[in-house]
């Protein structure tokens, strides 16, 4: 049925431009993508500004959760730098970072450490309370029997509270995924002059909406395959539990 719809919804769409109902200028269409995709590959110029975004957004996605990880962990050892941190990671996180963009620019300069600045700050915070509240939630009487046995806080850390927090460490991954790839974008709006953000500002700009769409499309796509490669993950650590 997904598959069906897909069709239907691009075959509409050429339909409707092909017949005038919709200006193919202002929309595009599937056909004109295309042809605008293999005129963009014959010099590689649309596969280097992919590749560009998606090693942009790995990287940022690397650093949320380690950062993340790392930072909850501290925070479930010492529950008295959560009570310090807490109302700064709730305000930072719902602080709009488009707005601290112009900061970024003016602090770190116009180029890719702005970028994978301003895409992780998108996720990072959430990410933080994401892990932070899975860990905390750890089963209190498995923790007083590790306890019993003899038990130290890195035996409950590393061989409990990891372990049985691995569905919501699989759950933060998979929406910090797309997070960072949003934040990438975001980045690549106000300080790029390569990647799939910036043809899309640029496309705009010039008024190449094929330029566009066709970013957004592959934008889509990339967010399909990375999330795809999460479930890859989460599949096999569950088979080798």
């Not at 899975?134 to 990891?162: A, C, M, P, S």
Request: net charge positive.
């Amino acid at each position: 049925h997904r598959i069906f719809l897909a069709v239907a919804f691009i075959a509409l769409w050429e339909i409707t431009t092909r017949t005038g109902l919709i200006d193919s200028f202002i929309f595009s269409s599937p056909g004109r993508m295309i042809k605008c995709f293999v005129k963009l590959s014959e010099d590689g110029m649309i596969y280097r500004h992919m590749w560009i975004t998606i090693y942009e957004t790995l990287i940022c996605f690397a650093i949320v959760i380690g950062v993340a990880f790392f930072t909850a962990s501290l925070m479930w050892w010492c529950r008295g730098i959560f009570d310090v941190l807490e109302p700064f990671l709730v305000l930072l996180n719902s602080l709009p970072k488009s707005a601290l963009a112009p900061v970024l620019i003016v602090w770190l300069g116009n180029d890719v450490k702005t970028i994978i600045v301003a895409a992780v700050s998108v996720a990072v915070f959430g990410a933080i309370l994401s892990m932070y509240t899975g860990f905390i939630e750890t089963d209190t009487e498995k923790i007083k029997l590790i306890q019993t046995l003899g038990g130290t806080k890195k035996h409950i850390l590393f061989l409990l509270v990891i372990p049985s927090s691995l569905p919501v460490i699989i759950n933060t991954m998979k929406v910090n995924l797309g997070l960072s790839l949003v934040g990438v974008i975001i980045g690549e709006f106000l300080a790029a002059k390569e990647g799939l953000g910036y043809l899309i500002i640029y496309g705009s700009q010039v008024f190449k909406m094929d330029w566009v769409l066709l970013s957004i499309v592959i934008l889509a796509l990339l967010s399909i395959l990375l999330y795809l490669i999460i479930r890859l993950i989460e599949k096999k650590l569950v088979t080798s539990k």
